[in-house]
């Protein structure tokens, strides 16, 4: 089998499964409880809270433990502007952003606040002079992904944070649930607010997440009853999957610094041998895209036949985002690139991790080209 659908989810590393499973067994006390067993479990969160916070160089107690990338999204958004409302109701986002910061900023305008959707160019990048253009007297915070889920673009967050610095009313929140491990984002160089990350794109378990709140910021919870994680997010925490995300997020980040140049290779030997394809359009930014992502279209083919007919040779690739693909909807933010329907309907994401290798690469050009082969002559 060739797993090349990472940025759907990732294979929990062995490791981390141990670590959730020694937890769950053996300290399984909910961390709230007086007791020894309470103790313990807490003391286990804490330690988690502060390795993970040591990797990120911030502080421990800037760090909200959520169920995923879509809380952690929803938690920045709405509790933000929420908290925030009575000294502005503008907010401001990209045309390109994952389903979860749309449609909270689409909730957010049901609800009075009015909302500025910047454009991006044919890269799918969002220009810093666009940014500051949009801020008026009632902005209250501007979110942006760092790398976008789809195509691989990174976003220019250091100098957005730059000009957003001059405006300290305004809130800034990155969506950095792609970039980590991929592409480095240090929150404190580039003046973010807040930050959204998802355990099981780096190889931790699905259902765990981490906000960053930078000390001194204030939002509303989504969640109340319990005051749990400094009352930003009650509920009796899951402490097997916060251990095992401090595990995940301290092996990926020391891939990052010994196997990224690998990565970039392998990224190059699949846009090379997919340039050979006449049937072929790239949409993935040949400069400052993540080094884990292609996306591209196969001009004359349904996306989800190229899809299945790949699984058939045990190859895993995706259409748009997974949150996105049952509903087979034309991919938005390639429409926003400027990519024509008909194209952005036979968009395909190959996106890697540091298992794969430059051989499953190769494997995976000679099965494109053999499939593009035998598609067309089913065709004709």
Do not use: W
């Not at 730059?162 to 800034?172: A, V």
């Not at 049937?279 to 992502?293: L, Q, Y």
């Amino acid at each position: 089998m060739i797993y090349f659908d990472n940025s759907a989810t990732t294979k929990p590393y062995k490791e981390v499964i141990d670590s959730f499973l020694k937890v769950t067994t053996e300290y399984f006390g909910n961390p709230s409880s007086l007791h020894r067993m309470g103790g313990e479990a807490e003391k286990l969160l804490n330690m988690g809270r502060k390795q993970i916070a040591d990797l990120l160089e911030v502080k421990a107690n800037e760090l909200i433990f959520t169920s995923g990338g879509t809380e952690s999204n929803n938690l920045a958004v709405k509790g933000a502007a929420l908290m925030h409302r009575k000294r502005g109701n503008h907010i401001v986002t990209t045309a390109v952003e994952h389903a979860s910061i749309k449609e909270s900023f689409q909730q957010l305008a049901e609800l009075g606040f009015k909302v500025t959707y910047l454009p991006v160019d044919r890269e799918g990048r969002v220009h810093v002079k666009d940014v500051e253009q949009a801020i008026s007297n009632d902005t209250i915070l501007v979110s942006i992904m760092h790398v976008n889920n789809e195509v691989g673009t990174v976003q220019p967050i250091e100098e957005i944070g730059k000009i957003l610095k001059k405006y300290p009313k305004i809130l800034f929140h990155v969506d950095n649930i792609q970039g980590i491990g991929k592409v480095p984002l240090h929150l404190q160089k580039c003046s973010v607010d807040l930050c959204s990350y998802s355990a099981h794109k780096f190889h931790g378990l699905k259902g765990t997440g981490l906000l960053y709140i930078r000390e001194g910021v204030n939002i509303s919870p989504l969640l109340t009853g319990g005051n749990q994680e400094r009352k930003h997010r009650s509920g009796t925490e899951n402490v097997a999957g916060m251990v095992a995300l401090a595990k995940a997020l301290r092996m990926t980040l020391e891939n990052e610094k010994k196997q990224s140049d690998k990565l970039l290779q392998i990224k190059e030997a699949l846009i090379k041998g997919l340039s050979e394809l006449e049937e072929v359009t790239i949409h993935t930014p040949a400069k400052d895209s993540a080094p884990h992502i292609i996306n591209f279209s196969m001009k004359g083919f349904k996306a989800e036949v190229f899809v299945h007919a790949l699984e058939e040779k045990d190859i895993y690739v995706s259409t748009t985002s997974a949150c996105s693909s049952k509903k087979q909807a034309v991919s938005s933010t390639l429409i926003a690139m400027g990519v024509q329907e008909e194209e952005a309907k036979s968009a395909i994401r190959i996106s890697l991790s540091y298992d794969n290798t430059i051989e499953e690469a190769h494997f995976v050009i000679k099965a494109i080209k053999e499939t593009v082969n035998k598609l067309k002559e089913v065709m004709n």
